[in-house]
């Protein structure tokens, strides 16, 4: 199991920048592999944007690729979201989650949900026009 905390979520104007952070806590070497979802009233939680645990590759919605970046620190075990060019439309609650892997499956980028274990309690983004 993966404990997860987010933060950095907060007002910005649209076309501004913002970055969330989450920082992981788990058992000494768990493999585990991360993504951003979110969820806007009303709607189903959608993927955003995930990291493989080997390699450090990503996968991103198109909504949000050419804009966002995922990354990791993983001394820190922080992942991080950068947000540029915030449009109105994500506005939304930002969740970081976690997925358990293998050797076998580490290199992969998943943007289904299901595959995904744990989640951090959310982080909310609003932009404004």
């Known amino acids: 199991q993966v404990q997860l905390i987010e933060s950095g979520g907060g007002l910005v104007q649209a076309g501004g920048s913002l970055k969330l952070s989450c920082v992981a806590s788990?058992?000494?070497?768990?493999?585990?592999?991360m993504g951003w979802f979110r969820q806007a009233p009303g709607k189903e939680r959608e993927f955003v944007a995930g990291?493989?645990?080997?390699?450090?590759?990503?996968c991103y919605a198109d909504s949000v690729k050419d804009r966002f970046t995922i990354s990791g620190d993983y001394p820190k075990n922080t992942l991080y979201l950068q947000m540029n060019i915030l449009k109105t439309e994500d506005t939304a609650v930002y969740f970081c989650?976690?997925?358990?892997?293998?050797?076998?499956?580490?290199?992969?980028?998943?943007?289904?949900?299901?595959?995904?274990?744990?989640w951090g309690q959310g982080t909310q983004v609003t932009v404004s026009s």
């Open positions: 788990a058992r000494t070497g768990s493999k585990y592999a």
């Open positions: 989650a976690a997925r358990m892997v293998t050797w076998s499956t580490g290199r992969s980028c998943s943007k289904a949900r299901d595959d995904y274990n744990d």
């Open positions: 990291i493989s645990w080997i390699g450090g590759n990503t």
